[in-house]
């Protein structure tokens, strides 16, 4: 089973920035898309960005222009640059593949303050 480690989460003002971090076992991770998701409370979770193999990128359209994917084969990792933080960014942050394997990391707590 690959393990899903997050990391990077914290308290930031309205306005601040934060970058996740992600670190994935396993050796298949370069032909695998990867992403974030987020669950705020009393909300399903949901996709906020995608990383296919080659590199290209999708966002939720509620974190375009603020937020960028990345991904370090070498190292497997994936990181998540989230600038100009909202309040309704608030949530528990989580990294999987794309699509998401059946488990889940422990994600990384997110809140911004307004």
């Known amino acids: 089973q690959v393990q899903l480690v997050e990391s990077g989460g914290g308290l930031v003002q309205a306005g601040g920035s934060l970058r996740l971090s992600c670190a994935a076992s396993?050796?298949?991770?370069?032909?695998?898309?990867w992403a974030w998701y987020r669950q705020a409370p009393g909300k399903q979770r949901e996709l906020v960005a995608r990383?296919?193999?080659?590199?290209?990128?999708t966002y939720a359209d509620s974190v375009k222009g603020r937020f960028t994917i990345s991904r370090d084969n070498a190292k497997k990792m994936v990181y998540l640059q989230m600038n100009s933080l909202k309040p309704e960014d608030t949530a528990v942050y989580y990294c999987?593949?794309?699509?998401?394997?059946?488990?889940w990391g422990q994600g990384t707590q997110v809140t911004v303050s307004s």
């Open positions: 990383i296919g193999a080659g590199g290209t990128t």
């Open positions: 396993g050796s298949a991770f370069s032909i695998f898309a």
């Open positions: 999987n593949k794309h699509p998401h394997y059946d488990y």
